[in-house]
């Protein structure tokens, strides 16, 4: 386990890099945190770190967005939060997704715990102040 502090919205970049750095070669990233915790914002910050210039947002109601980046290639967002039960994601063909060898970020990933590979990284963001968050990366 690793804990990367982010102090304020100007070290967010910078963690980025750092989660990008730990992952060798996984491509699966599931974040856990509360409402609120910075799981978007957090996405959306390693994106412009894999070189996206799309538009990041959350997938709330569409479930997931693509993004393209000119050194990485098609890159996935989920957002699981709505989702009723687990067959939405098979209903959506989520393996094609999972096992694409793309990165896959994923919010809510406790919707469909099961469905997760094995190699899945998990972040955990913790809110610690104001601005302030730990993030909580377990390896595979």
Known sequence: MTI????SLKEINKAAHELLNLLNNKR?????????????????????????????????????????????????HFDFYRIENIEEAYDFG???????????????????????PENTVSVKIEITGNTERNLEIHLP
């Open 4 to 7: 990367i502090k982010v102090h």
């Open 28 to 76: 699966v990233i599931a974040f856990f945190g509360e409402m609120g915790a910075g799981k978007t914002t957090f996405i959306k910050a390693i994106c412009k770190a894999l070189g996206v210039s799309d538009a990041v947002i959350s997938p709330t109601f569409s479930i997931v967005n693509e993004y393209q980046s000119s050194s990485h290639g098609t890159i996935y």
């Open 94 to 116: 989520y393996e094609e997704y999972f096992y694409s060898q793309n990165y896959c970020f994923i919010e809510w990933p406790e919707k469909i715990k099961e469905l997760l």
